[in-house]
Structures are given as structure tokens and as C-alpha cells.
Nanobody, 124 residues
């Protein structure tokens, strides 16, 4: 069974950076498309970024140019580098996974496995 564990969240000031990690175990990592989502209390969970099994990445509008998603298949990990953080980036960040054909160039349309989340707070 696939397990996902996020880490790397914390409290930072506006303009600072964080690196989130998502460690996966239980399934062939190279066949997983991974998504990053953010949830704020009282609001719908929203997609932030994703990376397909083949390494293609996508970003939601506010993340473009500030966030970078990468994957290390040898370590079974995906990283989300958060740069120039803003207060509106605050929330719980979740990674999610979906099995894909190895080498897929599109992010999954939906995800079946989710991590427990890591809190990111951006405040002065």
C-alpha cells in the first residue's frame, strides 16, 4: 500500500523560502504522478503544482515563477521549493499520488493517495 509523508513546513517571513518534501513508499515510485495541494481552513483544497511520472511539471498561476517541483526517483521523493513566500501561501500542504504509465508527460487528473500534510505559515 502506498504511503506518503510530507515534511519541511514551518513558519517563515514574507520573502523567505521553504523546501517541502514528499517521501513515498509501497509502490513503484517511477510510475507515480505527484501533486501538491494547499488547504486553508474553511476553504476548498486547491492544486499548487504537480509532476508527472515522466517529469513534466505544472503550476497554478500564483506559483509560477516562485515554486519549483522536482522528483528524485532514486530516493522515492518529490520536492516543492517555495521561494519568495507570501502570506497568501499559508496553509497545509499535501502531496498526493496516482499511478501512471511510466514516463507519462501529463499530470494525473485525480489522485487516490494522500499524505497527512505539513503546515506552512508565512507571517511577519
Amino acid at each position: 500500500q502506498l504511503q506518503l509523508v510530507e515534511s519541511g513546513g514551518g513558519l517563515v517571513q514574507p520573502g523567505e523560502s521553504l523546501r517541502l518534501s514528499c517521501a513515498a513508499s509501497g509502490l513503484t515510485f517511477a510510475a507515480l504522478g505527484i501533486g501538491w495541494f494547499r488547504q486553508v481552513p474553511g476553504q476548498k483544497r486547491e492544486g499548487v503544482s504537480c509532476i508527472s511520472s515522466g517529469g513534466t511539471s505544472n503550476y497554478e498561476a500564483s506559483a509560477k515563477g516562485r515554486f519549483v517541483v522536482t522528483r528524485d526517483n532514486a530516493k522515492n521523493m518529490v520536492f516543492l521549493q517555495l521561494n519568495n513566500l507570501k502570506p497568501e501561501d499559508t496553509g497545509v500542504y499535501y502531496c498526493a499520488a496516482q499511478l501512471q504509465i511510466v514516463g507519462s508527460d501529463k499530470c494525473p487528473a485525480r489522485y487516490t493517495h494522500w499524505g497527512q500534510g505539513t503546515q506552512v505559515t508565512v507571517s511577519s
